[in-house]
């Protein structure tokens, strides 16, 4: 099946295996390295579509499951499709719901033809297979989606890894032959869990079928920061030159950079807006945690730097002031300038990659990280 994906490489960094590109899908261009926002249920939480554009978000992920749960996959296809049916008109992409297979495993069962979930919602059950999952988005109607995949938890025997390797194969496979629509690039997905061997593996079946483009999965489930580098330094150059490559799930900043080092394209993560809405609030070297005493007569911005709407309107006072009285404005702020704060970092990351500077970056990302000071902030570690 075609596919309306095309991916240029812009530049290529001098000194590590980074890389700067474009990708051009139907509801626009991804300049690349890029960081998704997380939409889950097809709203990035405490922003508005025209909020999440001002941040510079390019691109941003909504859930297959929880959008089959809720409001049902028919009301989004009735509606127009996700675009028109959440008011964004950028790119999105679906995730196929096997990240699920994981996260709801105390209430789901899996088996080689698929997954029966009880739903988190009403209890009741709800069946996902390659071709279900496809079809659900399909119906959604994303730029992107993924294949259907097994993601094994942390920790996993070689065995249990070894099997969820051997189902995401299948499954990759699946769904290809599921895929009904031509206006959807299908990615596949990587396996293997903290088995080098595995990864390898799980590379070479799912680079076999030939997507378009391809995922890193089952990182940052629990592993420690030192295995998931190690996970993705074996993983990312397995992946073709010629196709995006998307790490999934991982987002502290420190890590981003890491990634992008090794020729990591595409992010997605929840840390800016869950901190936000937890009253933590990135700077550059740290978070500020706004609820803090030495904030209640701070009349200065959040970051003098910083762009964002609530940087340019309001005081750290004010936001301290807004989160400590559980203001819902507050976690509105606060999302908009992490969101920014996020997109800042990818636009630094991709400059540094065209003037070859990215190594000096990532260098001087950590040195601020180990040296961040003041009581009220704290170093921002990796993962």
Not at 4 to 10: I, N, S, V
Request: aromatic share 6%.
């Amino acid at each position: 099946m075609t596919h309306p994906l095309r991916f240029t490489l812009l530049h290529r960094d001098r000194s590590s295996a980074a890389r700067r590109g474009r990708i051009d899908l139907p509801h626009g261009a991804v300049e690349t390295p890029a960081f998704l926002p997380v939409g889950t249920q097809g709203a990035v939480k405490a922003v508005t579509p025209a909020q999440l554009r001002e941040t510079g978000a390019q691109l941003i992920l909504a859930n297959t499951y929880h959008l089959a749960v809720r409001p049902g996959a028919d009301v989004v296809r009735e509606a127009g499709g996700l675009h028109r049916f959440m008011g964004w008109d950028g790119p999105i992409l679906t995730d196929s719901g096997g990240y699920q297979v994981f996260s709801l495993a105390g209430s789901s069962r899996i088996d080689d033809d698929g997954v029966t979930f009880r739903s988190h919602v009403d209890g009741r059950e709800m069946r996902l297979t390659p071709e279900r999952s496809i079809e659900i988005q399909n119906d959604l109607g994303a730029d992107i989606i993924m294949a259907f995949d097994d993601c094994a938890p942390y920790p996993a025997s070689p065995e249990e890894a070894a099997r969820a390797v051997e189902r995401t194969s299948r499954w990759a496979a699946r769904s290809l032959d599921a895929h009904r629509r031509s206006d959807q690039a299908l990615f596949g997905i990587v396996q293997g869990g903290v088995h080098e061997d595995l990864r390898r593996r799980s590379a070479a079946e799912i680079l076999a079928l030939d997507f378009p483009g391809y995922a890193i999965g089952g990182v940052s489930v629990g592993e420690s920061p030192e295995e998931m580098r190690r996970v993705a330094a074996v993983a990312v150059p397995l992946l073709p030159p010629d196709r995006p490559r998307y790490l999934m799930g991982v987002g502290a900043p420190l890590d981003i950079a890491d990634m992008v080092v090794l020729g990591v394209d595409l992010f997605d993560c929840v840390i800016p807006t869950r901190h936000a809405r937890n009253a933590s609030l990135f700077v550059e070297g740290g978070v500020v945690k706004i609820r803090n005493q030495r904030y209640e007569r701070d009349f200065g911005p959040l970051d003098e730097q910083c762009p964002c709407y609530a940087c340019r309107g309001f005081s750290r006072a004010y936001l301290r002031h807004l989160y400590s009285r559980g203001e819902i404005l507050g976690p509105v702020l606060g999302t908009i300038h992490n969101l920014t704060h996020f997109q800042r970092l990818m636009e630094r990351l991709r400059r540094a990659i065209e003037k070859g500077r990215l190594l000096e970056l990532a260098a001087a990302m950590r040195a601020q990280a180990l040296a961040a000071g003041p009581e009220g902030e704290e170093p921002v570690g990796a993962s």
